[in-house]
């Protein structure tokens, strides 16, 4: 059974005509995309797609979804997308995909997001998967070199052996190898703070529902705080 398949497609679901809607990126929320494509052809609905990378809008057009900026709209009422990892608070890290700036973006402009992920990532603490940081490239090294002084094992995600990635924004990633994550929330302040970096792939108090695919079905919860 194809998890993600089935939480993008459910996820989809929630999606009525005349929505704007924040899609997510990445390889669930691709299925979503396309269920939504599906839905605009076949069965007429009528939304507007907020992309929150160039990978996302491309395949909402070559769908007939049509797409505006985060800034050509009032705001989204619907934001469906991935997520790395998620804890027993229903804070997640994001950024897998390198499309994190945009996504916490547009989640922030977002009356409702969901998240929609398969059983793997659902984690007691965060911290197992790489934590995503995005800098500019000026001062990169700097960055990178405080991470490593203060013991957070940082790596630069690369595109190639001796390319550094670019995200669509046209800064880098920095990777931080934690294992833990104790306090999300001190980190988050902690990486908020520093000067070159543009955001970080901590996601707290963000989600609304998360969908969660598990080989007996799809289970939705509702995040309470
Ligand atoms: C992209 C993301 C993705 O949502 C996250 O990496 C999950 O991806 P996938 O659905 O492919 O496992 O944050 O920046």
Redesign the pocket.
């Known amino acids: 059974m194809n998890l993600?398949k089935m939480v993008g497609i459910q996820a989809a679901s929630y999606v009525k005509d005349g929505m704007t809607v924040g899609l997510?990126?990445?390889?669930?929320?691709?299925y979503m995309i396309e269920e939504l494509g599906r839905r605009v052809k076949e069965e007429n609905l009528s939304i507007v797609g907020v992309p929150?990378?160039f990978a996302s809008r491309e395949q909402a057009q070559e769908l007939g979804i049509p797409v505006k900026t985060i800034d050509e709209v009032q705001k989204v009422d619907v934001t469906i997308?991935?997520?790395?990892e998620i804890d027993k608070n229903f804070n997640g890290i994001?950024?897998?995909?390198?499309?994190?700036l945009f996504?916490k973006v547009v989640a922030t402009y977002s009356d409702h997001t969901i998240w929609?992920?398969d059983e793997s990532?659902m984690v007691q603490t965060l911290g197992k998967f790489p934590l995503?940081v995005e800098v500019v490239p000026y001062g990169e090294e700097q960055l990178f070199r405080l991470f490593k002084e203060k013991g957070y094992n940082p790596t630069f995600r690369m595109a190639t052996e001796t390319e550094k990635k670019v995200t669509d924004c046209g800064h880098s990633i920095i990777d931080l190898h934690l294992e833990t994550i104790e306090n999300p929330e001190a980190l988050a302040t902690e990486l908020d703070q520093l000067v070159g970096v543009v955001e970080h792939?901590l996601f707290l108090n963000i989600v609304e529902t998360v969908i969660v695919g598990r080989t007996t079905g799809a289970e939705t919860i509702e995040a309470i705080r």
Do not use: C, N, R, W
């Open positions: 993600k997510g990126t990445g390889s669930t929320a691709y929150t990378s997308d991935g997520a790395d994001k950024g897998g995909g390198a499309a994190l996504e929609i992920v990532k995503p792939g």
